[in-house]
């Protein structure tokens, strides 16, 4: 069974610095990967979706990379700002039903 | 841009009460999924359906149920809530190999 993890939990940056985030996942036979953000006491909404085939997407300050064969996937945010801080969570959608896998999330908090 | 509508952003239901919570999309997208999210349990998913009346089972279907009679409209239903649902519920919707669309929750509680 396909397992996501994010770590760390938790990250808190100051204002201006990139920021790091990181998805693991253990079986690499994955149809697409997909970013969220999260703000407290809301839906999910979606941020870039990467396909099995491809190796980065870009939207923005926000990128996120793939490398299917270490299971792994990382989303860049660049030049941090408070109106980012949220939850991110990655999803990993393995079959052809399409349901996904979702990671626990990362709570980021961007001080000014 | 996908807009995903859930009739009511917070809910108090009495246990025993038979409660339907409401989605509609409005981009024509054939997949439609009922998630429940909890602190520590993260997103599990509960139902969806790949297509009008039809409906597969997720992770936790056990005391509830949906209807999809219309491509635009998801419904969950809970037969007979329970504390132990007491959750946030999200309803999702995407075309195949499209970016998966959220609502943004509605909050149940069961007293």
């Known amino acids: 069974k396909q397992e996501v993890t994010q770590i760390p939990a938790a990250l808190s940056v100051p204002e201006g610095e990139n920021l790091v985030l990181n998805c693991s996942f253990t079986?690499?036979?994955?149809?697409?990967l997909q970013w969220f953000r999260q703000d407290p006491g809301k839906g999910l909404t979606s941020l870039l979706l990467?396909?099995?085939?491809?190796r980065e997407q870009t939207s923005g300050r926000l990128n996120a990379s793939l490398d299917k064969s270490s299971g792994r996937s990382t989303l860049y945010i660049a030049a941090s700002q408070p109106g980012d801080s949220a939850t991110y969570l990655c999803?990993?959608?393995?079959?052809?039903?399409?349901?996904?896998?979702f990671g626990a999330g990362t709570q980021v908090v961007v001080t000014p | 841009d996908v807009k995903v509508t859930q009739s009511s952003r917070y809910l108090v239901k009495r246990t025993g009460e038979k409660v339907f919570l409401e989605c509609v999309q409005d981009?024509?997208?054939?997949?439609m999924f009922w998630y429940r999210q909890d602190p520590g349990l993260g997103l599990r998913l509960i139902y969806f359906?790949?297509?009008?009346?039809?409906?597969e089972k997720g992770d936790i279907p056990e005391g509830y149920s949906v209807s999809r009679e219309k491509k635009e409209r998801f419904s969950l239903i809970l037969e007979s809530a329970s504390t132990n649902q007491t959750s946030m519920y999200l309803c999702?919707?995407?075309?195949?190999?499209?970016?998966?669309?959220f609502g943004n929750g509605t909050r149940l509680t069961v007293t």
């Open positions: 999803a990993v959608r393995n079959d052809s039903w399409g349901k996904l896998q």
């Open positions: 079986d690499s036979a994955i149809y697409n």
């Open positions: 990467i396909q099995s085939s491809q």
């Open positions: 981009m024509d997208h054939e997949n």
């Open positions: 359906s790949y297509d009008v009346k039809m409906k």
């Open positions: 999702a919707c995407r075309d195949p190999n499209s970016p998966l669309h």
